[in-house]
Nanobody
């Protein structure tokens, strides 16, 4: 079992910055993938960025060049969000997917609210 806890959300003005954190605890595999997803009111949840323990990253086109995903170990992940726009307003969720030694089910955090005003 894995538990995910997000933090760092809040309210900022357009052009501002926030840094989200996600800490995973429990049965963490040494090789895994983690990512950030977001869901705005009336919209489907969408992928923001992902990162593997090997450092491979992937970004949604809408955040490329503004957001940076990173991790400093197998169970801690960050999302640095710069040049925030009102359309970035959403609940941001942390995701964890074990890869090795075996593949396993994905886990989700409870989310943290990000609000960007104009």
């Amino acid at each position: 079992q894995v538990q995910l806890v997000e933090s760092g959300g809040g309210s900022v003005q357009a052009g501002g910055s926030l840094r989200l954190s996600c800490i995973a605890s429990g049965s963490i595999f040494p090789i895994n993938a983690m990512g950030w997803y977001r869901q705005a009111p009336g919209k489907q949840r969408e992928l923001v960025a992902t990162i593997t323990t090997g450092g491979r990253t992937n970004y949604a086109d809408s955040v490329k060049g503004r957001f940076t995903i990173s991790r400093d170990n197998a169970n801690t992940m960050y999302l640095q969000m710069n040049s925030l726009k009102p359309e970035d307003t959403a609940v941001y969720y942390c995701n964890y997917a074990p890869v090795a030694p075996i593949r396993g089910p994905e886990y989700w955090g409870r989310g943290t609210q990000v609000t960007v005003s104009s």
